[in-house]
């Protein structure tokens, strides 16, 4: 096809006005050169990589709703774009595939992918559009002929039009109703095209040459023309408004193609009527021709960008890694350079190809490092998560235990081992965990609800207290010594019937009650030993209150029967010692000082076995 921007200048071969042919608009010098068809592609953005960024998804949305327009704007914009769009699918799945993540079930590197559901989909919609395609190719190709034959059967109407010697008010509106036809008619076979033109061509030039057109036709067709190419102009010039530069471009292609259709004016408006179009064909070149540089800019800005992420996806690929939770980290990093990659436009064309493949590179680099720190830990993981599933057990085992404190103590030491274990498949990571967890909240609740009602009876508690503490305040000891003890007993006994009461509250209650009894003991007049006991009885009391577990009460008692032994032994040894004693001087100082310790050691063992017997007592 011949380059509509050529700007048609006015003939000089023909003398007559009124023998002017179309072909004065096609055979001029260039006055306002258009950029060049190869500049002006490598340009414009590559079709290709405009697909080259979107998603699979995306791109059969795409391809369906071509599909389904019936337009012929349409038809033509799937017949360029098919193959773009499905270059694009299958290198987006292969890169899906390439940088899969390996999962804990998946199947051997080895096995043959399997068609996904989008890709059996885009399968059906190509066979569907190679059909459509073909159906639409063959009935183009039966037009074309169609065209062909309305076309020479246009020529030989002219041939017999040029031998007629009728009126030229019958003979010029048939000439113009053949040329109207001919322009109505759409395309021939592209071998036919240029032979058929030309034969055209040549009919009308002769009618133009050899037919005495009288001047009153001639005037009205040159006005006709004359107006048709103003309306032109004015079209023209209004391009500089629209909002794409692009489609101000593609317009006024379409208007040169007018133009060239549109027949002669008069030889004294021609280079007028041209230099008017002309003018605004300039205008929209030079708003073309900025345009583009401006995106020159834009692209090179876009490369910087995309060199930027390039060096930090790189740095990511090349860090070395052998823990799950920085190969983590760093692929929702490389993750977040993926999107940040989508916002930015295209770079320059002769850069983008590469600065794309030096991203995939670093991209593949990281993930195929990943897939085979995975593959190597996926034994390991498969242990970690019969661990896990174990320690799941453990806690569904406990969860209806109602001995508050063991299974708290026990439940803190399943999480803490839980945390220790090690990564699991992402597949099974989620499963075990809302086992575990379940289980956790299952128990907690349980015991939640039950302290709870625990609190109504602690406040109970703390009151009985506080009365049995006035209680003791205002006991007067009367001069029966055994029977203020056994009243200060009682107390004891009532004090250690109540329960427990609330923690804020625990230590102060305690200690106004030691106060309080201690300073009854202290005015009664019982032995060394008995005040002893009592002490120790406060002693267990305390540690009662505090809610320790018996285990410490145990190991109290522990100490206490180790001294009681040793105290054994040492009697032992000194009445043991007292016969040597009887053969050296001074015998009787040192035998006395002997049974002095025996009978200490003596009086301490029958302290100690009152402790024990207590602590009996208290826990048995």
């Known amino acids: 096809m011949e380059n509509y921007l050529q700007n048609p200048a006015p003939s000089e071969q023909n003398t007559n006005p009124a023998e002017e042919t179309d072909t004065t608009l096609i055979s001029g010098t260039q006055v306002a050169e258009p950029l060049p068809a190869a500049s002006s592609s490598e340009l414009l953005p590559d079709p290709v990589m405009k ?3 979107l998603s699979r998804k995306e791109l059969l949305d795409i391809f369906k709703e071509l599909l389904l327009s019936t337009t012929a704007e349409a038809a033509e914009t799937l017949r360029r774009e098919a193959e773009q769009i499905k270059t694009a699918f299958y ?4 890169l899906e595939r390439k940088n899969m993540e390996p999962q804990g079930d998946e199947a051997d590197s080895t096995t043959e992918p399997v068609a996904d559901e989008l890709e059996t989909t885009f399968k059906h919609l190509y066979n569907e559009y190679r059909q459509k395609r073909a159906a639409q190719n063959q009935l183009a190709e039966q037009e074309k002929e169609e065209n062909l034959a309305k076309k020479l059967a246009i020529i030989e109407e002219l041939k017999i039009l040029l031998d007629k010697q009728e009126d030229l008010n019958q003979t010029f509106p048939a000439f113009r109703a053949l040329q109207q036809h001919w322009r109505e008619t759409g395309p021939v076979p592209t071998s036919r095209t240029k032979d058929v033109w030309d034969t055209y061509q040549y009919n009308v030039e002769r009618f133009y040459d050899y037919v005495k057109i009288n001047n009153e036709l001639r005037d009205l067709d040159l006005k006709k023309n004359l107006e048709a190419k103003t309306v032109l102009c004015e079209k023209a010039e209004e391009l500089p408004r629209e909002p794409s530069i692009v489609n101000a471009f593609n317009k006024l292609q379409y208007f040169h ?6 027949g002669p004016v008069a030889r004294e408006l021609r280079e007028q009527v041209w230099e008017r179009f002309k003018n605004a064909t300039t205008a929209i070149n030079k708003k073309y021709q900025e345009y583009f540089e401006q995106q020159k800019e834009v ?4 490369l910087e960008a995309k060199k930027a992420l390039c060096e930090q996806a790189e740095e990511i690929a090349n860090t070395e890694i052998t823990d799950n939770n920085e190969w983590n980290k760093l692929a929702k990093q490389l993750e977040k350079l993926q999107q940040v990659w989508k916002t930015i436009g295209f770079a320059t064309r002769k850069d983008n190809a590469k600065i794309y493949t030096r991203f995939r590179v670093a991209c593949d680099k990281f993930y195929t490092a990943k897939r085979e720190f995975y593959g190597s830990f996926k034994d390991e993981m498969q242990q970690n998560l019969q661990r896990k599933i174990e320690l799941c057990e453990q806690a569904e085992a406990l969860k209806e235990n109602d001995d508050w404190k ?16 090690g990564p699991v498949t992402r597949k099974q990571s989620d499963a075990t965990w809302k086992r575990f967890r379940s289980a956790c909240d299952d128990f907690f609740s349980r015991k939640q609800k039950h302290f709870s009602a625990v609190d109504a009876q602690y406040d109970e508690n703390l009151r009985r ?19 203020n003890l056994d009243a200060l007993k009682e107390f004891q006994r009532r004090w250690t019937e109540v329960g427990f009461v609330p923690m804020k509250d625990k230590e102060r209650i305690q200690n106004a009650y030691r106060v309080a009894i201690d300073k009854h003991f202290s005015s009664l007049h019982i032995s060394h030993t008995d005040k002893k006991i009592i002490r120790f009885k406060h002693r267990i009391e305390d540690i009662q209150q505090s809610g320790k577990s018996p285990r410490f009460i145990r190991s109290e008692r522990e100490k206490l029967v180790q001294k009681l032994r040793q105290l054994e032994s040492d009697i ?23 049974n002095k310790k025996v009978a200490a050691a ?16 208290q826990y048995e």
């Open 51 to 53: 697909y080259a960024e």
């Open 257 to 262: 193609e007018q133009w060239r259709e549109i």
């Open 299 to 302: 692209q090179l800005k876009n």
């Open 91 to 94: 290198k987006q799945l292969l």
């Open 406 to 421: 063991k299974t708290t103590d026990k439940f803190i030491s399943l999480q803490k081992q839980w945390r220790e274990v």
């Open 572 to 594: 032992a040894l000194w009445e043991n010692n007292i016969g040597f004693f009887a053969k050296s001087k001074n015998a009787e100082a040192l035998i006395a000082d002997v």
């Open 602 to 617: 003596k009086e301490e063992i029958k302290t100690i076995e009152a402790k024990i017997k207590l602590i009996d007592q």
């Open 465 to 483: 207290k506080e009365a049995i503490i006035n209680e003791i305040e205002s006991f007067v000891p009367g001069e029966d010594m055994t029977g």
